[in-house]
Structure formats: C-alpha cells, structure tokens
C-alpha cells in the first residue's frame, strides 16, 4: 500500500511574483515529487472548525477545512486567514457586527497560532512597530528618535530646533480603497519636516501619526532574513534627491545604484536575537549607515517584497525558499 505524501501549503495572491519562481525551484528540484504542492490564494475564511484543548495534549487539537493532517511545511506569503461568523448572524445591526467580530478576534488570533510550521504566519501582518523598537532596544540596536503624536508637544518642538523629522506611517504604507468596479490604490511615502513646517498646524490636533528623527546616511541597506541567514544589499540612495530621503521614490531614469553588501557579524547578531525574540522568521529588515558608519535599524516588514533583492544581487532567494520548503 503506498503512503500519502507530505503536503507543501503555500498561501498566497493569484499575481504574486515572488511566489511563482519559488514553485519554479520548486518543481526543479527532483525532491518534489515526494510531496503534494498545494497552492491557495487570497483570504481563506473557515466557516466550520472545531478545536479543544486539554490537559492530556500535548499541543491543542484541532479540525477544520484548513488544516490537513498530512501538511509538513506552510508557506505564508500572502492573504488573511479567519474564522467566518455564520452568515444568519450577519443580517443584524451593525453593533451586532461589531460584537460578533470582537468576540470572533480571539479565536482567530488563537487559530494562527495552530497552523503547521514553516515560513512566515499570518500573525505576522499584525506586528507593532512600536513593539519591535522595544525588543531592538533590548537586543542593544540602535534606531532613531521616534514620536507618536496627535498634537505637537513642547518637547518634540524643542527636539525640532536644529534638526529634521520625518513623519511616517505607523502602519502600512499603502491602502487600497474599492469603489464600484474600480480599485484604487493609494501609497504613503516618508516626508520631511522641519519646525518651520510643524509651527504652521501648532497647536492643533491631528490623526495619530510617527515622526522620527533624520538621520543622514552614507547608504541604506535592504537584508532579506530566513533562519538566521542574512541576504543585504546596499543602496546608494543619498546622493540623488528624489530618493533621499526615501528610496522608494524611485528614480527610473537615474536609478540608485544597488550591490551585495556583507553586514558585519556583531550587527547580524544582534538582528537575528531581535527576530528571535519576536518569534518572525523570515522578513526584509532595513538598516541606514551614516557617514560615521553608525548602523541605525529601521523596520522589519515581515512579508516584504525580494524579488529585486535577489536578482540585483545574484542571490536566488527564491532557491532558498524552495529548499527550506522541502527540508
């Protein structure tokens, strides 16, 4: 009787890049033919499931649509993961919605914690950036300045005096809106202030919003993380003034110049102590050098793109993915 095989689950969107070289490599390699590769795209939404906790298990039991007993490795790349409210209770006001999407929040956050190991996790869309400023601080990195203010406060207009802010999203970047048959995206960039600027709105409130300090740099650098193997790039963004202050305001006719970079070993220490800590293994972490060749941390962005990194650079992330998959 032969045996079932092992099952890769890659969860994912339907134009996602990154996702079809990494089954291109896949399938390369001869050691696929042992499992089953299953792709999903978009949000999954699990409408029946049961699950129970007890003293007995070693780890919580569950069953649903979702979880295949004979999954060895998942891939979360793209898309949500939820438990759905039973429609009949999704034609009442809307304060019983929200009631029911309150109640129903714990149980997804439970939910993400069960799927099978492997590369990445649905929680990890939900990360803090808050947060990881406290554990970089314990892992000893250093970041800039950061504020998070609704109002301009006396000490943020004294910090402002001889110096330069950015203001930045405290989320994501870019949302997309939908209206009728069209989509709508719209994208957030880094944007520079000064006191000149902030005296203009003081002493009026404003939406919730992170300012950092400036912090010149030689260059910056893109590293794509997965179990503590490190893949950086440099960026020569400084000396143009489109992309100065944020690369992503892409000059196509001048575009920055990218290279392999090697981080120095004692700052991959400390980068990958902060990955551990916050229990994410896989994710694009950015770093700026100052003309001191200070290293400053930046973010992390867990489902980040490397497409460009990898192929700037030679570096297949792609391969890397695929053979982690499949061992």
Known sequence: MEMSKSTILIHSADFDASTNDVLDWLYYNPQSKNFNIK?????IGIDTISMYISSSKETPAS?????DPNIKFYWYRRGALEILAPNKYLIY?????HVTKSDYADYNKFLKELVPKGINNPRDNE???????VHAKQCGLFFPDTYIL?????????KLKGKEFV???LSYPSISIHYKSFEVDLYSSTQLINLKDVLKIYPKTFLLSQFQEYIPKKYEIR????????KSMAIFSQQNEQTKVDFRNYDLERPNRCVPYNLPKW????????????????????TIVTPDDEFYFLEINPIGQFQWLSKNCNYFIERMIADALLH
């Open 150 to 158: 609704n109002s301009f406060s006396d000490d943020f207009l004294e």
């Open 267 to 286: 700052y991959e220490t400390k980068l990958h102590e902060l990955m551990l800590s916050l229990e994410i293994n896989c994710g694009s972490i950015d």
């Open 127 to 133: 990360i803090n950036k808050l947060k990881v400023y």
């Open 63 to 67: 069953v649903c649509s979702f979880f």
């Open 39 to 43: 792709r999903i795209n978009g949000s």
């Open 167 to 169: 203001v930045k999203s």
């Open 93 to 97: 006001s809307d304060n019983f919605n």
């Open 223 to 230: 590293t794509f993380y997965l179990n503590g193997i490190f």
